[in-house]
Protein backbone atom coordinates (compact mmCIF):
# COMPACT_ATOMS: atom_id res chain seq x y z
CA UNK A 1 0.00 0.00 0.00
CA UNK A 2 1.26 3.67 -1.01
CA UNK A 3 3.18 5.01 2.48
CA UNK A 4 4.15 1.73 3.91
CA UNK A 5 7.49 1.37 5.33
CA UNK A 6 9.92 -0.44 2.82
CA UNK A 7 12.33 -3.02 4.04
CA UNK A 8 15.06 -2.09 2.72
CA UNK A 9 15.32 1.78 3.22
CA UNK A 10 17.41 3.59 4.99
CA UNK A 11 15.39 6.42 6.27
CA UNK A 12 12.18 3.92 7.26
CA UNK A 13 14.61 2.00 9.20
CA UNK A 14 15.34 5.95 11.40
CA UNK A 15 11.69 6.05 11.43
CA UNK A 16 11.25 2.59 13.12
CA UNK A 17 14.62 3.21 15.19
CA UNK A 18 16.04 0.11 13.36
CA UNK A 19 19.40 2.05 12.30
CA UNK A 20 20.11 4.97 14.80
CA UNK A 21 20.18 9.59 14.16
CA UNK A 22 20.72 12.04 15.70
CA UNK A 23 16.79 12.98 16.02
CA UNK A 24 16.64 16.64 17.09
CA UNK A 25 12.70 16.88 16.38
CA UNK A 26 9.79 14.68 15.81
CA UNK A 27 6.15 15.05 14.94
CA UNK A 28 3.23 12.77 14.42
CA UNK A 29 4.21 12.78 10.63
CA UNK A 30 7.72 13.61 10.14
CA UNK A 31 11.27 13.26 11.81
CA UNK A 32 14.01 15.19 11.78
CA UNK A 33 17.49 14.57 12.12
CA UNK A 34 21.06 15.47 11.72
CA UNK A 35 22.68 14.46 8.11
CA UNK A 36 25.73 12.32 8.60
CA UNK A 37 27.68 14.12 6.17
CA UNK A 38 26.93 17.67 6.82
CA UNK A 39 28.01 20.01 3.98
CA UNK A 40 26.90 23.34 6.57
CA UNK A 41 26.94 24.33 10.50
CA UNK A 42 23.35 23.20 10.65
CA UNK A 43 22.49 20.12 8.32
CA UNK A 44 18.91 18.64 9.15
CA UNK A 45 16.97 15.98 7.27
CA UNK A 46 13.64 16.40 7.97
CA UNK A 47 11.47 13.55 6.42
CA UNK A 48 7.87 11.68 6.44
CA UNK A 49 7.22 8.85 8.57
CA UNK A 50 5.67 7.06 5.34
CA UNK A 51 7.20 6.03 2.89
CA UNK A 52 7.50 8.19 -0.93
CA UNK A 53 10.60 7.86 -2.68
CA UNK A 54 10.62 11.29 -3.88
CA UNK A 55 8.87 14.92 -2.62
CA UNK A 56 7.03 15.07 -5.63
CA UNK A 57 5.80 11.00 -4.97
CA UNK A 58 4.74 12.43 -1.53
CA UNK A 59 3.49 15.90 -2.65
CA UNK A 60 0.41 14.12 -5.08
CA UNK A 61 -0.48 11.31 -2.78
CA UNK A 62 -0.41 12.99 0.89
CA UNK A 63 -0.01 17.19 0.02
CA UNK A 64 -0.69 17.75 3.72
CA UNK A 65 2.49 15.70 5.19
CA UNK A 66 4.65 18.25 2.56
CA UNK A 67 3.02 20.67 4.27
CA UNK A 68 3.92 19.23 7.92
CA UNK A 69 7.74 18.87 6.52
CA UNK A 70 8.04 22.23 5.41
CA UNK A 71 6.46 24.09 8.59
CA UNK A 72 8.87 21.31 10.74
CA UNK A 73 12.32 23.03 8.83
CA UNK A 74 11.03 26.62 10.49
CA UNK A 75 10.92 24.85 13.39
CA UNK A 76 14.54 23.27 12.81
CA UNK A 77 15.93 26.60 11.45
CA UNK A 78 14.51 28.41 14.66
CA UNK A 79 16.02 25.79 16.96
CA UNK A 80 19.04 25.87 15.16
CA UNK A 81 19.18 29.66 15.72
CA UNK A 82 20.14 30.04 11.85
CA UNK A 83 16.87 31.97 10.92
CA UNK A 84 18.32 35.47 10.98
CA UNK A 85 22.06 34.57 8.93
CA UNK A 86 19.29 32.62 6.26
CA UNK A 87 18.91 29.26 5.95
CA UNK A 88 17.80 26.94 2.92
CA UNK A 89 15.50 24.14 1.92
CA UNK A 90 16.45 21.75 -1.00
CA UNK A 91 14.48 18.42 -2.12
CA UNK A 92 16.64 16.77 -4.28
CA UNK A 93 14.39 15.23 -6.79
CA UNK A 94 15.94 12.37 -8.83
CA UNK A 95 19.63 11.14 -9.20
CA UNK A 96 20.16 14.01 -11.80
CA UNK A 97 19.68 16.82 -8.77
CA UNK A 98 21.54 14.76 -6.78
CA UNK A 99 19.16 12.46 -4.95
CA UNK A 100 20.90 9.36 -3.30
CA UNK A 101 17.86 7.95 -0.58
CA UNK A 102 14.83 7.54 -2.44
CA UNK A 103 12.85 8.28 0.51
CA UNK A 104 11.13 12.09 0.44
CA UNK A 105 13.53 14.21 3.07
CA UNK A 106 14.16 18.36 2.45
CA UNK A 107 17.26 19.75 3.34
CA UNK A 108 17.60 22.11 5.85
CA UNK A 109 20.96 23.68 5.30
CA UNK A 110 22.19 26.93 7.56
CA UNK A 111 24.68 28.50 9.32
CA UNK A 112 27.23 29.18 6.78
CA UNK A 113 26.62 31.80 3.72
CA UNK A 114 25.06 29.80 0.53
CA UNK A 115 26.00 30.12 -2.86
CA UNK A 116 23.53 30.94 -5.36
CA UNK A 117 22.87 28.94 -7.76
CA UNK A 118 24.25 26.33 -6.24
CA UNK A 119 25.61 24.59 -9.29
P1 LIG B 1 20.14 13.20 -1.07
O1 LIG B 1 21.50 13.16 -1.72
O2 LIG B 1 19.37 11.94 -1.37
O3 LIG B 1 19.36 14.45 -1.36
O4 LIG B 1 20.41 13.26 0.48
C1 LIG B 1 20.63 12.12 1.27
C2 LIG B 1 21.34 12.58 2.50
O5 LIG B 1 21.29 11.54 3.45
C3 LIG B 1 22.81 12.92 2.28
O6 LIG B 1 23.06 14.29 2.62
C4 LIG B 1 23.55 11.95 3.20
O7 LIG B 1 24.69 12.51 3.83
C5 LIG B 1 22.48 11.56 4.20
N1 LIG B 1 22.65 10.23 4.75
C6 LIG B 1 22.96 9.10 4.07
N2 LIG B 1 23.00 8.04 4.91
C7 LIG B 1 22.72 8.53 6.15
C8 LIG B 1 22.62 7.90 7.44
O8 LIG B 1 22.79 6.71 7.63
N3 LIG B 1 22.32 8.72 8.50
C9 LIG B 1 22.12 10.07 8.33
N4 LIG B 1 21.84 10.77 9.44
N5 LIG B 1 22.20 10.68 7.14
C10 LIG B 1 22.49 9.91 6.05
ZN1 LIG C 1 11.43 4.77 3.34
Known sequence: MAGEPQADCLFC???AG????TIV?????TVAF???NPQAPTHILVIPKVHYPDAAALAA???QVI???LCESR???AAEEVEDGGYRVVFNTGSGAGQTVFHAHLHVLGG???QWPPG
Not at 18 to 21: D, F, R, S, Y
Not at 25 to 29: Q, S, V, Y
Open 13 to 15: KIV
Open 112 to 114: RGL
Open 34 to 36: RDI
Open 67 to 69: ADI
Open 25 to 29: RETGT
Open 75 to 77: EVA
Open 61 to 63: AEP
Open 18 to 21: EVPA
